[in-house]
Nanobody, 125 residues
Framework: QVQLVESGGGLVQPGGSLRLSCAAS???????????WRWSRQAPGKQRELVAV???????NYADSVKGRFTISRNYRKNAVDLQMNSLTSDDTAVYYC????????????????WGQGTPVTVSA
């Protein structure tokens, strides 16, 4: 019912910046309520960790490891969420995943989750 497509990943030098985007498509937007947008990441050999979240009312929260460097924001025109990543280090190397919690008009009492395929970010000189 909701498809997520991430973009913007790639190779960047330490200290550099990248901007990831996650676009949602599928149901008619009038019939869909996305309550939470999240970015998570999974580095090789490590568990997936939550990086940032933004709620439909605009509240945001970040992992301690990215506070002050990453910013999550809504792109209403594109029905997407962006993650601006600054001052990147090798510790930020991971596959970054977008996921959302959403409800549909047909089942407003049920919260569902959708995940994107992920976009790789490599921070290396």
């Amino acid at each position: 019912q909701v498809q997520l497509v991430e973009s913007g990943g790639g190779l960047v030098q330490p200290g550099g910046s990248l901007r990831l985007s996650c676009a949602a498509s599928g149901n008619d937007p009038k019939d869909l309520t996305i309550t939470h947008w999240r970015w998570s990441r999974q580095a090789p050999g490590k568990q997936r960790e939550l990086v940032a979240v933004i709620e439909s009312v605009g509240l945001t929260n970040y992992a301690d490891s990215v506070k002050g460097r990453f910013t999550i924001s809504r792109n209403y025109r594109k029905n997407a969420v962006d993650l601006q990543m600054n001052s990147l280090t090798s510790d930020d190397t991971a596959v970054y995943y977008c996921n959302v919690d959403f409800r549909t008009a047909a089942s407003p009492w049920i919260t569902k989750t959708a995940w994107g395929q992920g976009t790789p970010v490599t921070v290396s000189a």
